[in-house]
């Protein structure tokens, strides 16, 4: 919950975004906000460039198996691919 309700997503380096949306989605724990809030971050930022292949497949991922459908997410990171 600290995440979703502060403003701190942009001290995250691309790893840490990644792992944490994987821990959530091996876990099986649902937390609909988070998906949210990470999605519309990745979104409106301006670049992927800082995100390697690995991050952007475990987010991809993370999405899909936590059944989260984020239709502008991932057409952001099929067009960075």
């Known amino acids: 919950n600290h995440i979703v309700e502060?403003?701190?997503?942009?001290?995250?380096?691309?790893?840490?975004?990644?792992?944490?949306?994987?821990?959530?989605?091996?876990?099986?724990?649902?937390h609909p906000k988070l998906y949210e809030k990470v999605a519309n971050y990745i979104v409106e930022s301006t670049s992927l460039d800082q995100f390697q292949p690995q991050h952007l497949s475990n987010i991809a991922w993370a999405y899909a198996t936590a059944q989260v459908p984020n239709h502008k997410l991932l057409e952001k990171v099929a067009n960075h691919i």
């Open 6 to 30: 502060s403003d701190i997503l942009d001290r995250f380096i691309p790893q840490n975004l990644s792992n944490t949306l994987w821990a959530y989605a091996t876990a099986q724990v649902s």
